[in-house]
């Protein structure tokens, strides 16, 4: 479990003209579930999609379960969802489901994912008359399809009642306790401590790196939100 | 480029159309409907209709799927649906051929509706082989397909996706000889019409109308078929797995 499923280092990304990310340099451990915290804006999204292979990146190398970040081998192993739920919306959830994972030849993984995220109930209705939450949990269920060794999920649990996230968190750390490495983007603060390993950006920086725990004795504030502020602070 | 990929994506883009009643019942019912309208508008110039009714078949599809296709990869684009397509193991060619497959059936069945409401109750003639209008149309719909993916790339918004219809099929067809035959225009619309695939593709199917097909008909036929093929090259490389 000590083999390092992502190492970036010196990335730098520039998106229409803006300096998005800063030099970053960070690695994430195989089989750990970790929170990627920032205030909208900071460069999250952009970092998940570097990390995925779909970002235009200006200069710096993000190495991915042992390989240069988008390349081929990596389409089948690494499972994306997008923060705004990237599913045919005019498609039902099960037509959603069969095809992406025709696409990834994983049909026999459709009953499994669909019960993952609790859509079976939704199975047969179309994506367009489903809730915001149901719909990025569609989204989820097609990330999860191709059981992959890498999850990278952007804002997977916005929208989601108190329980289910709960319930979704437990299973990121199945999934990490069977070996997936596992990238969340979060701007909920009370999320982070679900996580193993924390990542705070702050204006496309990394501002810290560590374990709940640590963050929050090496700032000696009660609560994460307070440590992010003494973070920012101090630099 | 596989199969399975290139099947199951025809397979998804046919499942969207099937949801959209009224798109089918529009894709089924204009054309005959507006054949119908030219028909009764040309009562008095018969000779006039019957020059354009088996060009205006053929072209139809064109028109159609060229305004579907790009609509629909405009919607792949903002939905963040290519994103996640281009971070799985599907080929750019796959998500290509898909759409072809999916809309050269619909276009076909298109063609033969129109074509049974035209040869059979508006009595229009066709001298050539009336299979061979239904093959020319659904080439006509593949063009239509690869103009709409490769152009889809130069609009942010559906209002402007729209707009590439009249801005750069409508002046082909007009140079292709609809209000006035190609040989009676200017000398520079003519090198005009001469450079552009749209009137091959009207000239193809006017000259199986009117039986005189000779090797001219090969030249139309290769003029589609090579616009199809670079279209979709260039339509390739508008698919990017990376985006800025």
Redesign the interface.
């Known amino acids: 479990m000590s083999s390092t499923a992502i190492a970036v280092s010196a990335l730098r990304v520039v998106?229409?003209g803006r300096l998005v990310l800063r030099d970053l340099d960070f690695e994430v451990a195989a089989g750990t579930v970790t929170g990627l915290l920032g205030p909208s804006g900071c460069g999250k999204t952009t970092l998940l999609r570097a990390l995925?292979?779909?970002?235009?990146?200006e200069q710096g190398s993000i190495r991915v379960l042992g390989v240069e970040a988008?390349s081929?081998e990596l389409?089948?192993r690494?499972g994306?969802m997008?923060q705004?739920?990237?599913?045919?919306?005019?498609?039902t959830v099960g037509?959603n489901l069969r095809?992406?994972a025709?696409?990834?030849?994983r049909r026999d993984r459709i009953t499994e994912v669909l019960s993952l995220v609790g859509l079976e109930p939704h199975e047969h209705s179309?994506v367009r008359d489903l809730s915001g939450g149901e719909r990025s949990r569609a989204s989820l269920a097609?990330a999860l399809l191709g059981a992959p060794d890498l999850l990278v999920l952007d804002e997977p649990t916005v929208g989601l009642d108190p329980l289910l996230r709960r319930e979704l968190w437990s299973t990121f750390h199945r999934l990490a306790d069977a070996g997936s490495t596992l990238v969340v983007s979060t701007h909920v603060m009370d999320e982070a401590d679900r996580c193993d390993r924390l990542l705070l950006m702050r204006e496309g920086r990394v501002l810290a790196h560590g374990t709940p725990h640590e963050l929050r004795t090496r700032t000696a504030a009660p609560t994460l939100e307070e440590a992010f502020v003494a973070l920012t602070e101090s630099r | 480029m596989t199969a399975r990929v290139t099947l199951a994506t025809a397979q998804r883009v046919l499942e969207q159309l099937r949801r959209d009643r009224r798109t089918l019942a529009l894709i089924a019912v204009v054309p005959p409907a507006l054949l119908t309208l030219l028909r009764y508008i040309l009562d008095a110039e018969r000779p006039a209709f019957e020059r354009v009714a088996v060009p205006l078949v053929g072209m139809f599809p064109l028109i159609i799927m060229f305004l579907i296709t790009s609509i629909a990869m405009l919607r792949e684009r903002t939905s963040g649906t290519l994103e996640r397509l281009m971070s799985l193991p599907l080929a750019k060619l796959d998500l290509i051929a898909g759409y072809a497959v999916a809309f050269a059936l619909v276009a076909a069945a298109q063609t033969c509706l129109t074509s049974a409401v035209a040869f059979g109750l508006l009595g229009v003639s066709v001298q050539g082989s009336s299979a061979l209008v239904v093959a020319l149309a659904v080439a006509n719909a593949l063009l239509g397909v690869a103009l709409g993916l490769f152009l889809s790339a130069f609009a942010t918004s559906e209002f402007q996706a729209v707009q590439f219809m009249p801005a750069v099929l409508l002046p082909q067809i007009l140079l292709s000889g609809l209000f006035v035959p190609h040989d009676r225009m200017p000398h520079v619309l003519r090198i005009a019409a001469d450079s552009l695939p749209l009137p091959y593709a009207f000239d193809a199917l006017a000259r199986v109308a009117t039986g005189v097909e000779g090797g001219r008909l090969q030249l139309d036929a290769g003029v589609v078929l090579g616009t199809i093929v670079v279209a979709v090259a260039l339509g390739a490389t508008t698919l990017r797995r990376r985006t800025p």
């Open positions: 998106r229409r995925v292979g779909v970002q235009q990146v988008g081929p389409r089948r690494v994306y997008t705004t739920p990237s599913v045919y919306g005019d498609l037509e095809y992406f025709r696409v990834l030849d179309l097609v």
